[in-house]
């Protein structure tokens, strides 16, 4: 019996090593493109390098839909760099450890939470923007787009892809600054036209511009940034900025309550808001968090920062919710018989 | 009867195996089932779920889908299939062994690499578009295709096996009657092998409905119930919907198992310990024809891998088709890099080893121990259960179960350790059955003798069962491997960011647009499975022969 004993007890321990987080490591979720994080995570460790970074990474739905799930269980110590909008709703299911990191008042205050000490921090934004293919579109023989509402014109019928808000956090800003810039109505309204040239919905917001950068699609409703990333790749595409108007969403960082790690996660979220992070936030990034240190990005168009609404965050946050089911009940099935 | 200390340990045995499937499957099937009926703060509130999903007409749609594209692909890959078994068992073509590897190529790939293969070939940008005559490869079409060539071997394997048992006897007197070759298919060739069409063809129809990687690539706006639960959980945090559609999920997948059960049944009888394998006869004509149909069928799937190896390695698709091994660079692309492929390679191995223990092992207790024999019931009934489960199902299941705050074993979740658990529990069905196929040809007369000799069990079980066993249990730990590679429904809701896999890469790629490096971490996960399965049979052939030696020598 005692031999036995003794096994399950070595068995045991073996597994809790297996299992426990080690200290001087934090897990992290993001929703940054993939192609920043090694870099954002060396930039940190230049300065703190006994805290390693795990990251999980994912659109930004599917982060939020992680985070809410593991609510009762938290997995993540620290958010760094997710929708705003997701980090105001996890705010108000009381999920996170408020703390105000160090040199947060030298931030933008729409870049902050209102509330003292503060439970999440913006650190920069990104903005919509359609990726057209010029080769594609002179193969059908289309005019270039200006504007939202040139997308829903009849020669674009099935030439369109956007992401489904439902999954993107991309989709869901495209939808809610629509609803703002038209109006309830006016919005809803938009959209039924835009769904009659719409190819297909896709899972993540990167995917059109990527599509378009392909040629699988001539439009894709994406955001400036992947526009650029693709274009310095060599991509036949325009970024063209629509006239009425771009939505934008920040994204910010959090920690999570419960978090066994607590010390390094304040490390990171003092770090994440300094002048070097924001400097390196701005390498992709031309909206960042801190004013004025924000410099051009290459094949950014200039006309964007212009454009950006202003954007009501309490109005997506709190209708995130009411809008998505609408959206799901009008267009989320296109096998169904158009009318 | 005064139990004896075999008994005691075969007891002690049989629980531990039966303990593990119901923490592994019975407890999460209980967690999915009462989260369907509770609302968001776990306050149980009957079907109101199940009414909400009802009244929503989109999600309703999916189940016609579901079963139109399950009974379409069914009817094609089982008709496809049927004659290409034909060709390989009937006629007396050239080239039989490498028609039949060609066909099974679909077994070593994830499922949705074929429909990224599809967009190369008939999307927007596809070398063949123009063969689409203006319709989309996104949707119904491209889902089919896709789940055609990934279902194909599956059917060919079980419809191989029924053709095979046609006894020659009848053949004979089929000849000697002067029925004309029409007349003999229809009436001794096909009655022989009904059951097994008729279970490949609810094998296929599971596949499909359950598979959700095809859809997800190529399936453009047609929404099925697969998607709809990945959508459900993933895309809207609404975990109670998820459970619900999971639910509506397992009856078609519980249907097909129960009616496959019953038919396999009968099938047993057919075969007689006088039946005579038919050997097919020479005939030009006929040959002629299979082999241009299996050649046919084989550029099919070979155009699709080949597709995707191209793809793979073409720059930047379709403006610049130089060749390069930039897609191979995973570390820079969303989905979780390198460090994935050699998660899943772990993932695998672990599966693999630890599969094959506990399924040999559960399956010899079922077979061969004397005693306890309520205790072996339940364990085989318990051991096929798992099939009837969809892997999408059980992954989420396994969020319930294992993520909740008073589950005490809750220290796995988000490790290797539940990645493999998941993995094995999804695949165990298949393994008992061929782990008890094998240990019932070994004679019980070898448990007696020893018995009578006074040796425990696990003596005879290590020097003779295993041994003589050797050849399942490495086809065993094979299937494990090469579908622990492969899978992505039973564990797309459970990696974490330390157990990425490659599979669940090749999906978020595609998710990201990043569809080249999709196909290129596809390949890897061929070519890694191609490799295994080359050495697995040089092994066979090379060092099994010394211990299967017994087995050709003449009485």
């Not at chain 1, 099935?158 to 109006?183: E, K, R, Y």
């Not at chain 2, 279902?151 to 053949?171: C, E, K, N, V, W």
């Given at each position: 019996?005692?031999?036995?004993t003794?096994i399950?007890?070595?068995?045991?321990?073996?597994?809790?090593?297996?299992v426990?987080a080690n200290?001087?490591?934090?897990?992290v979720?993001?929703?940054i493109?993939?192609?920043?994080?090694?870099?954002?995570?060396a930039?940190?460790n230049e300065?703190?390098?006994?805290?390693?970074?795990?990251w999980?990474?994912?659109?930004?739905?599917?982060?939020?839909?992680k985070?809410l799930?593991?609510?009762?269980?938290?997995?993540?110590?620290?958010?760094?760099?997710?929708?705003?909008?997701?980090?105001?709703?996890?705010?108000?299911?009381?999920?996170?450890?408020?703390?105000?990191p160090?040199?947060i008042?030298?931030?933008d205050?729409?870049?902050?939470?209102?509330?003292?000490?503060?439970?999440?921090t913006?650190i920069?934004?990104?903005v919509?923007?359609?990726?057209v293919n010029t080769?594609?579109?002179?193969?059908?023989?289309?005019?270039?787009p200006?504007?939202?509402?040139?997308?829903t014109?009849?020669?674009y019928?099935?030439?369109?892809?956007?992401?489904?808000?439902?999954?993107?956090?991309?989709?869901?800003?495209?939808?809610?600054?629509?609803?703002?810039?038209?109006?309830?109505?006016?919005?809803w309204?938009?959209?039924d036209?835009?769904h009659?040239?719409?190819?297909h919905y896709?899972?993540?917001?990167?995917k059109?511009c990527k599509?378009a950068?392909?040629?699988?699609v001539?439009?894709g409703?994406s955001f400036?940034?992947?526009?650029?990333?693709?274009k310095?790749?060599g991509?036949p595409?325009?970024?063209?900025?629509?006239?009425?108007g771009?939505?934008?969403e920040?994204?910010?960082?959090?920690?999570l309550k419960?978090?066994d790690?607590l010390?390094?996660?304040?490390?990171?979220?003092?770090?994440a808001?300094?002048?070097k992070?924001m400097?390196?936030?701005?390498?992709?990034y031309?909206?960042?968090?801190?004013?004025?240190?924000?410099k051009?990005?290459e094949?950014?168009?200039?006309?964007?920062?212009?454009?950006?609404?202003?954007?009501?965050?309490?109005?997506?946050?709190?209708?995130?919710?009411?809008?998505l089911?609408?959206?799901?009940?009008?267009y989320?099935?296109?096998?169904e018989?158009?009318? | 009867m005064?139990?004896?200390?075999?008994?005691?340990?075969?007891?002690?045995?049989?629980?531990?195996?039966?303990?593990?499937i119901l923490?592994?499957?019975?407890?999460?099937?209980?967690?999915?089932?009462?989260?369907?009926?509770?609302?968001?703060?776990?306050?149980?509130?009957?079907?109101?779920?199940?009414?909400?999903?009802?009244?929503?007409?989109?999600?309703?749609?999916?189940?016609?889908n579901?079963?139109?594209?399950?009974?379409i692909?069914m009817?094609i890959?089982i008709s496809?299939?049927?004659v290409?078994?034909?060709?390989?068992t009937?006629?007396?073509?050239?080239?039989k062994?490498v028609?039949?590897s060609?066909a099974?190529i679909?077994?070593?790939?994830?499922?949705?690499?074929?429909?990224?293969?599809?967009?190369?070939?008939?999307?927007?940008?596809?070398?063949?578009?123009?063969?689409?005559?203006?319709?989309?490869?996104?949707?119904?079409?491209g889902?089919?295709?896709?789940?055609?060539f990934y279902?194909?071997?599956?059917?060919?394997?079980?419809?191989?096996?029924?053709?095979?048992?046609?006894?020659a006897?009848?053949?004979?007197a089929?000849?000697?009657?002067?029925s004309?070759?029409?007349?003999?298919f229809f009436?001794?060739?096909l009655?022989?092998?009904?059951?097994?069409?008729?279970s490949?063809?609810?094998?296929v129809?599971?596949?499909v409905?359950?598979?959700?990687?095809?859809?997800?690539v190529?399936g453009?706006?047609f929404?099925?119930l697969?998607?709809?639960v990945?959508k459900?959980?993933?895309?809207?945090?609404?975990?109670?919907?998820g459970?619900?559609?999971?639910v509506?999920?397992i009856?078609p997948?519980?249907?097909a198992?129960?009616v496959?059960?019953?038919?396999?049944?009968?099938?047993?009888?057919?075969?007689?310990s006088r039946?005579?394998?038919?050997?097919p006869?020479?005939?030009?004509?006929?040959?002629?024809i299979?082999l241009?149909?299996?050649?046919?069928?084989?550029v099919?799937?070979?155009t699709i891998?080949?597709m995707?190896l191209?793809?793979?390695?073409?720059t930047f698709?379709?403006y610049?088709?130089?060749?390069?091994?930039?897609?191979?660079?995973f570390?820079?692309?969303?989905?979780g890099?390198?460090?994935?492929?050699y998660?899943?390679?772990?993932?695998?191995?672990?599966?693999a080893?630890f599969g094959?223990?506990?399924?040999?092992?559960?399956?010899?207790?079922?077979e061969k121990?004397r005693?306890?024999?309520?205790?072996?019931?339940?364990l085989?009934?318990?051991?096929m259960?798992?099939?009837?489960?969809?892997?999408?199902?059980?992954g989420?299941?396994?969020?319930?179960?294992?993520?909740?705050?008073?589950?005490?074993l809750n220290?796995i979740?988000?490790?290797?350790?539940?990645?493999?658990i998941?993995?094995?529990?999804?695949?165990?069905?298949?393994s008992?059955?061929?782990a008890l196929?094998?240990?019932?040809?070994?004679?019980?007369e070898f448990e007696?003798?020893?018995?009578s000799l006074?040796?425990?069990?696990?003596?005879?079980?290590?020097?003779?069962?295993?041994p003589?066993?050797?050849?399942?249990?490495?086809?065993?730990?094979?299937?494990?491997?090469v579908?622990?590679?492969?899978?992505?429904?039973a564990?797309?809701?459970?990696?974490?960011?330390?157990?990425?896999?490659?599979?669940?890469?090749v999906?978020?790629?595609d998710d990201a647009?990043?569809?080249?490096?999709?196909?290129a971490?596809?390949?890897m996960?061929?070519?890694?499975?191609?490799?295994?399965?080359?050495?697995?049979?040089l092994?066979?052939?090379?060092?099994?022969?010394?211990?299967q030696?017994?087995r050709?020598?003449?009485?």
């Amino acid at each position: 019996m005692k031999k036995i004993t003794t096994i399950i007890s070595f068995i045991s321990v073996f597994f809790l090593n297996l299992v426990n987080a080690n200290a001087g490591s934090l897990t992290v979720y993001t929703a940054i493109e993939a192609e920043d994080l090694k870099r954002y995570a060396a930039t940190f460790n230049e300065d703190h390098p006994d805290i390693e970074i795990n990251w999980v990474r994912d659109s930004t739905g599917i982060v939020t839909a992680k985070l809410l799930a593991e609510k009762n269980n938290p997995q993540a110590d620290i958010i760094w760099g997710l929708a705003g909008t997701s980090l105001m709703l996890m705010k108000g299911e009381g999920m996170f450890e408020p703390y105000s990191p160090k040199g947060i008042d030298k931030l933008d205050p729409k870049f902050r939470d209102g509330d003292e000490p503060a439970s999440w921090t913006g650190i920069d934004a990104w903005v919509a923007a359609v990726c057209v293919n010029t080769v594609e579109m002179a193969k059908h023989g289309f005019s270039m787009p200006s504007s939202w509402e040139d997308l829903t014109k009849p020669e674009y019928a099935g030439h369109v892809a956007m992401p489904n808000p439902n999954s993107s956090g991309t989709g869901f800003l495209d939808v809610s600054s629509w609803l703002q810039i038209f109006g309830e109505d006016g919005g809803w309204d938009f959209m039924d036209r835009l769904h009659n040239n719409i190819s297909h919905y896709t899972h993540s917001g990167s995917k059109p511009c990527k599509q378009a950068a392909s040629g699988e699609v001539p439009i894709g409703v994406s955001f400036a940034f992947r526009g650029a990333r693709s274009k310095a790749k060599g991509a036949p595409i325009e970024i063209i900025v629509p006239s009425e108007g771009v939505g934008w969403e920040m994204e910010a960082n959090a920690i999570l309550k419960g978090t066994d790690n607590l010390e390094d996660a304040k490390t990171l979220a003092d770090w994440a808001i300094s002048k070097k992070a924001m400097e390196m936030y701005n390498v992709a990034y031309a909206v960042v968090g801190m004013p004025g240190v924000a410099k051009p990005v290459e094949h950014f168009p200039p006309a964007l920062l212009g454009a950006m609404i202003k954007n009501d965050f309490e109005f997506a946050a709190t209708n995130r919710k009411a809008i998505l089911a609408e959206w799901q009940s009008r267009y989320d099935s296109k096998s169904e018989p158009k009318s | 009867m005064k139990k004896s200390r075999d008994d005691y340990l075969t007891i002690f045995f049989i629980s531990i195996i039966g303990i593990y499937i119901l923490i592994a499957l019975a407890f999460p099937m209980y967690a999915i089932l009462s989260k369907s009926v509770e609302n968001k703060d776990g306050i149980f509130i009957g079907f109101e779920n199940y009414q909400s999903y009802f009244s929503n007409p989109a999600l309703v749609y999916s189940i016609y889908n579901s079963l139109f594209i399950s009974i379409i692909t069914m009817v094609i890959t089982i008709s496809l299939a049927f004659v290409f078994a034909y060709a390989l068992t009937k006629s007396c073509m050239i080239g039989k062994s490498v028609f039949r590897s060609i066909a099974m190529i679909p077994i070593l790939v994830p499922s949705l690499l074929s429909g990224i293969s599809l967009i190369y070939l008939f999307g927007k940008q596809g070398i063949f578009r123009d063969l689409m005559m203006g319709y989309d490869i996104y949707g119904p079409i491209g889902i089919i295709i896709a789940e055609v060539f990934y279902t194909f071997p599956h059917a060919l394997l079980i419809i191989i096996t029924a053709l095979s048992i046609g006894d020659a006897r009848l053949y004979e007197a089929a000849k000697v009657l002067r029925s004309k070759s029409i007349r003999t298919f229809f009436t001794v060739t096909l009655p022989s092998a009904k059951y097994g069409v008729i279970s490949a063809a609810f094998v296929v129809f599971t596949l499909v409905i359950t598979d959700f990687g095809i859809p997800k690539v190529i399936g453009g706006q047609f929404n099925v119930l697969a998607v709809d639960v990945y959508k459900q959980v993933i895309g809207q945090q609404n975990f109670e919907m998820g459970a619900v559609v999971s639910v509506v999920l397992i009856f078609p997948a519980l249907l097909a198992f129960v009616v496959d059960r019953i038919v396999q049944r009968k099938q047993v009888a057919i075969l007689t310990s006088r039946s005579v394998v038919h050997e097919p006869n020479k005939s030009k004509k006929f040959d002629l024809i299979m082999l241009i149909y299996c050649s046919v069928i084989s550029v099919f799937i070979l155009t699709i891998i080949g597709m995707c190896l191209y793809a793979s390695l073409v720059t930047f698709w379709p403006y610049n088709l130089s060749l390069s091994l930039d897609n191979y660079q995973f570390d820079l692309m969303d989905g979780g890099g390198w460090d994935s492929y050699y998660n899943s390679i772990r993932m695998a191995c672990y599966t693999a080893f630890f599969g094959t223990i506990v399924v040999f092992t559960g399956a010899y207790f079922v077979e061969k121990s004397r005693s306890v024999k309520t205790g072996r019931s339940i364990l085989h009934l318990l051991s096929m259960m798992p099939m009837a489960i969809p892997g999408l199902v059980l992954g989420l299941a396994y969020i319930f179960f294992f993520n909740h705050p008073d589950n005490p074993l809750n220290f796995i979740y988000g490790t290797m350790a539940i990645l493999v658990i998941c993995t094995i529990t999804h695949f165990y069905t298949v393994s008992h059955l061929t782990a008890l196929t094998s240990l019932k040809q070994i004679d019980n007369e070898f448990e007696h003798v020893s018995s009578s000799l006074k040796q425990p069990f696990y003596k005879t079980f290590f020097r003779v069962t295993v041994p003589i066993s050797l050849p399942a249990i490495f086809e065993i730990g094979i299937y494990f491997f090469v579908n622990a590679m492969t899978t992505v429904s039973a564990v797309v809701f459970l990696y974490s960011s330390k157990t990425n896999l490659a599979s669940v890469a090749v999906l978020n790629m595609d998710d990201a647009g990043d569809i080249a490096p999709a196909a290129a971490m596809g390949m890897m996960i061929f070519y890694t499975n191609a490799a295994v399965r080359i050495i697995y049979v040089l092994i066979t052939k090379k060092i099994l022969v010394r211990f299967q030696k017994w087995r050709t020598k003449t009485v």
